[in-house]
């Protein structure tokens, strides 16, 4: 088993020049939103850009992910200035033209009530007549793609001990709804004085699963938008090896205390900042 490592590279995501073709079993992320206001609202000067992102991102994925390996995308579709956008079937579309093979779409619930996401259904409120129902969002996609079929061999090629530290636990499997396409958990809220304050993170529980399901342990995770660091923390917590990229260098304080929250052994984090990173924390907007 190779050594396990830890990078995070501050720069643009569509240039993974540091990660050889076929170095990744496992992609989990999550792109930025298209311009919501719990984002980095204007990040993108129109749809055609954002688009062009995913396009460019597949491409890249295509070539940086091992054969039969899977890459995971937590999205949804993004109400901005009253417009709906497609974003989950033009996030599909941009895969499957980049030849990954459509494998699954899980469906992210949020409690009921926890939070209003959008707080669209008070339109209804203030005019209770047709046309004007808008139902808030508590959900959101994880979409699931293959880079071409697995090859069952390479589990062959493991010793028994290695293939039994993979095994599933069944119990775990079969309690609340893991052999379900919806999973029902819980959001991280990006309110003042959490460390993911303003951050659109998503929980610790998604990255588990994901994880867990789709690869081995002392296999390399990445993360081309790390965000706070949760994809890093689980992935270390989980002995598996990861790589993330993140555009905005200011995040690297609260990416190095959340990914220490797991760092048991004392693994050495390599921080690199490229010419293109970028301080974006000040255009960052919260709802909460």
């Not at 688009?51 to 995971?72: C, N, S, Y």
């Amino acid at each position: 088993m190779k050594d396990k490592k830890y990078e995070v590279y501050f720069g643009n995501a569509l240039k993974l020049d540091e990660i050889d073709n076929g170095d990744i079993s496992l992609v989990v992320t999550s792109p930025p939103y298209y311009n919501a206001p719990f984002d980095y609202v204007g990040l993108f000067k129109d749809y055609d850009e954002y688009l062009d992102l995913l396009k460019k991102l597949a491409e890249q994925l295509k070539e940086k992910v091992a054969p039969g390996r899977i890459v995971a995308i937590v999205t949804d579709d993004m109400l901005v200035k009253g417009q709906k956008y497609p974003i989950v079937a033009d996030t599909t579309r941009a895969f499957v033209d980049a030849g990954f093979r459509y494998r699954e779409r899980i469906t992210w619930l949020k409690p009921k009530g926890y939070v209003r996401i959008s707080k669209r259904s008070g339109v209804l409120m203030v005019y209770p007549y047709p046309m004007y129902y808008y139902p808030d969002n508590l959900q959101e996609s994880i979409l699931i793609f293959q880079n071409g079929p697995y090859e069952y061999h390479d589990r062959k090629q493991m010793s028994k001990k290695d293939i039994k530290k993979n095994k599933i636990n069944l119990t775990d499997y079969n309690k609340g709804d893991l052999y379900l396409n919806t999973w029902q958990i819980t959001n991280v809220l990006p309110t003042k004085g959490r460390l993911e304050e303003g951050i659109a993170a998503f929980p610790d529980e998604i990255v588990r699963r994901l994880i867990m399901f789709y690869s081995h342990i002392g296999e390399t995770v990445l993360d081309p938008f790390l965000g706070s660091g949760t994809t890093m923390k689980v992935a270390m917590s989980m002995d598996r090896s990861c790589i993330g990229y993140e555009l905005d260098k200011s995040l690297k304080p609260i990416i190095k205390k959340k990914v220490n929250q797991a760092n048991k052994e004392n693994h050495k984090i390599k921080f690199t900042t490229k010419k293109d990173a970028k301080i974006m924390r000040n255009i960052v907007t919260t709802k909460n």
